[in-house]
């Protein structure tokens, strides 16, 4: 289907032509025309994002206006851009686009029609269409007849800014305009800026307008229809333990809760690939087949076989795919009140319990904090393991302070009755090097445990530093290990290193004391050790 006619009143009425709506075969047969991506033997689809391999925070903006000016957390998170640099900027793509071929895509973000966008994105690439079609809500033929978009993104990776002209830090960049309802994004290939551009949109938007709590985490649903969710940075193992053969898949990465639902914001997902095998993430790996889009792969040599090993272009590879190529979902993507919440961390210093359940003011605390940890060989220069800190598990993508979504997930708390716990997949029995990382059939069996309700009748103890309330059993988990000071041999040892966690959470949510309440600061860990 080619029309341009529709596009007019974007000022994109000089392209050659505009092809609206493609289904996954004709993308994937233009991306491989134009000598932009080939087939690999399972008949996804491989590209090359080009200079960008990965999202680049530093040249993401949001235009200061009177809708942003006072609600934006300003900072190094949300940079600031002038309203009139970017109009000026956007007439600069549109003359950009003249006489060249655009791809666009409708689609909605929001599984819930009552707080759901309708997106339109112009693309230079016919792949980065495919990437919104896996990644966003597909509005069936009947819909796509009428369809009046709320949003647009216009997405011209070839197109560079001029810094000194346009405003930017350098020729790339993502910005978004609240007012004008607009995202521009130039001069990067990678597919991940348009899907967190549009997040971003949903963190302001949901809580500031509609009391609804965005969330960067993944949620499944039980037999009985009890929602759990899932928060955790890289590492952590949020896609493996939120991927549960007894449990239907709600969402794995964005979602929102309002009232007694909560629901997912896309219609497909975007895992990282690196050391992907089957027996690993049989679920990942069975998706990406004719369809899936797989980004900055490496293959065998003189073969179309994926070599998930392979990282000679960047360790961030990545795999997009609509969320039916998963077996075992919700449709539609939503589900009731969660029963159940998880903080998962990879706490590298053998601190953290296994397992521990959380106050109201500890959930918030630890919500705002988002901690995990690196250890070495994850990135260059790191010999030790580091503090790893994001606010609400997802700081570059939140326009509002964090505070204020804390808040809410502990008024969501009060009104739901649901138990928060922190779940350390990281190391017991010694700091990284030292320890061993705890096995994941045993924290399998702790979560188990928590979502059929085995350790409500058990004794719990405190943690003398953090506070945590720790089960003194839990079935099929050893007792030894669930105390982490009990699994050190040097008590002493484990008591100093208690002390510098400690400190770093207490340093880092220094930045968000001034907005925190008596709540959250009350759950802060002590120094003092009893």
């Excluded at 197109?159 to 350098?170: N, Y």
């Excluded at 007012?179 to 990678?190: C, E, F, N, P």
């Excluded at 966690?501 to 802060?524: D, G, H, R, T, V």
Aim: proline share 5%; aromatic share 12%.
């Amino acid at each position: 289907m080619a029309d341009n006619a529709n596009l007019d009143y974007l000022g994109l009425d000089k392209i050659e032509t505009a092809y609206w709506n493609l289904n996954p075969s004709d993308l994937i047969e233009d991306t491989i025309i134009n000598e932009q991506g080939l087939l690999t033997d399972t008949g996804a689809l491989a590209v090359d994002t080009g200079e960008f391999t990965g999202r680049s925070p530093k040249d993401r903006f949001i235009v200061e206006d009177d809708i942003t000016r006072e609600a934006v957390w300003w900072g190094d998170i949300n940079l600031k851009f002038d309203s009139a640099k970017f109009d000026a900027l956007q007439e600069k793509m549109i003359k950009y686009f003249e006489a060249k071929e655009v791809y666009v895509r409708d689609a909605y973000v929001g599984a819930d029609e009552k707080y759901q966008l309708k997106l339109r994105l112009v693309s230079e690439y016919p792949w980065s269409s495919l990437f919104a079609y896996n990644m966003f809500l597909r509005p069936d033929l009947e819909a796509l007849k009428n369809f009046s978009p709320e949003w647009h993104i216009l997405n011209a990776p070839g197109f560079m800014a001029d810094p000194k002209v346009d405003g930017t830090r350098q020729h790339n960049f993502a910005i978004i305009n609240f007012t004008k309802k607009t995202i521009l994004i130039g001069g990067t290939g990678y597919t991940g800026e348009i899907k967190k551009g549009m997040f971003s949109v949903m963190n302001f938007v949901l809580p500031h307008v509609h009391n609804v709590l965005p969330m960067h985490c993944s949620a499944n649903t039980g037999e009985d229809g009890d929602t759990a969710i899932f928060f955790g940075l890289s590492g952590t193992g949020k896609t493996t333990l939120s991927s549960d053969p007894k449990r239907r898949l709600i969402g794995d990465d964005e979602h929102g809760w309002y009232g007694n639902t909560v629901f997912n914001f896309e219609g497909g997902c975007y895992a990282k690939t690196i050391d992907l095998s089957k027996d690993k993430e049989p679920q990942i790996y069975n998706a990406i087949k004719f369809g899936a889009l797989l980004e900055n792969i490496g293959f065998n040599e003189d073969t179309s076989t994926v070599n998930y090993e392979d990282v000679s272009i960047t360790q961030n590879t990545r795999v997009s795919y609509p969320i039916q190529h998963i077996d075992n979902i919700m449709v539609p993507s939503k589900g009731d009140n969660p029963k159940n919440i998880f903080f998962l961390t990879a706490d590298a210093f053998g601190v953290l319990p296994p397992i521990s359940k959380l106050t109201r003011g500890q959930a918030m605390y630890h919500f705002i904090s988002g901690y995990t940890a690196k250890v070495a060989g994850t990135e260059e220069g790191i010999n030790e393991p580091q503090t790893a800190f994001s606010a609400c598990f997802g700081s570059p993508f939140l326009p509002l302070h964090p505070t204020k979504y804390a808040e809410m997930l502990g008024n969501k708390m009060d009104e739901s009755g649901v138990t928060v716990w922190l779940i350390n997949t990281g190391w017991s029995g010694g700091e990284y090097g030292v320890g061993e990382r705890i096995k994941l059939k045993y924290t399998r069996a702790m979560i188990t445990a928590a979502l059929t309700g085995a350790l409500d009748s058990v004794d719990f103890n405190t943690h003398p530093v953090f506070g945590l309330s720790m089960p003194s059993s839990c079935p099929e988990v050893p007792t030894t290990i669930l105390n982490p000071r009990d699994t050190w041999k040097n008590k002493s040892r484990y008591d100093a290193k208690a002390i510098e966690l400690s400190e770093k959470f207490i340093n880092n949510f220094e930045e968000y004391a001034s907005e925190a309440n008596e709540e959250i600061m009350n759950a802060a860990p002590k120094i003092a050790v009893a």
